[in-house]
Nanobody, 124 residues
Framework: QVQLVESGGGLVQAGGSLTLSCAAS????????MGWFRQGPGKEREFVAA????????SYEDSVKGRFTISRDNAKNTVFLQMNSLKPEDTGVYYC?????????????????WGQGTQVTVSS
C-alpha cells in the first residue's frame, strides 16, 4: 500500500514557476514508477509527466515539454514536478500517482495509487 500527499500548489501569474511535491509512504516507494496528472475545469484528467522507479526514464505530455521537469528522491520518498513558464491553460488540480511495476506509463488506468490533488491556478 502506498499513500500519496501532494503539496506546493497555489496561484501564480502567467510566466511564473511552481514546484509540486508528492510525499509517499511505504517501504517500497523506490520500486514504483510515478506520474503527475492534472484535471482542468470541465476537463478529463490528463497525463502530464512520469518517471521510472530509478529516475532514468521520463515522459512528458507534449504541451509541457521543455517547461516541466519531473524528478524523484527515493531516499526521501518524494517526487517533484518543477513547472516553469506557466500558462493559464496549465490551471487545474494536479494529482500524483504511483504505478507498482516501475516502468514509465502514461495512461490513468495503469496507476495503482492516487493522491488527493493540489490546486494550481495560473492567472493571465
Amino acid at each position: 500500500q502506498v499513500q500519496l500527499v501532494e503539496s506546493g500548489g497555489g496561484l501564480v501569474q502567467a510566466g511564473g514557476s511552481l514546484t509540486l511535491s508528492c510525499a509517499a509512504s511505504g517501504r517500497t516507494f523506490s520500486g514504483y514508477a510515478m506520474g503527475w496528472f492534472r484535471q482542468g475545469p470541465g476537463k478529463e484528467r490528463e497525463f502530464v509527466a512520469a518517471i521510472s522507479w530509478g529516475g532514468g526514464s521520463t515522459s512528458y505530455e507534449d504541451s509541457v515539454k521543455g517547461r516541466f521537469t519531473i524528478s524523484r528522491d527515493n531516499a526521501k520518498n518524494t517526487v517533484f514536478l518543477q513547472m516553469n513558464s506557466l500558462k493559464p491553460e496549465d490551471t487545474g488540480v494536479y494529482y500524483c500517482a504511483a504505478h507498482r511495476w516501475g516502468n514509465v506509463v502514461t495512461t490513468r488506468h495503469e496507476y495503482d495509487y492516487w493522491g488527493q490533488g493540489t490546486q494550481v491556478t495560473v492567472s493571465s
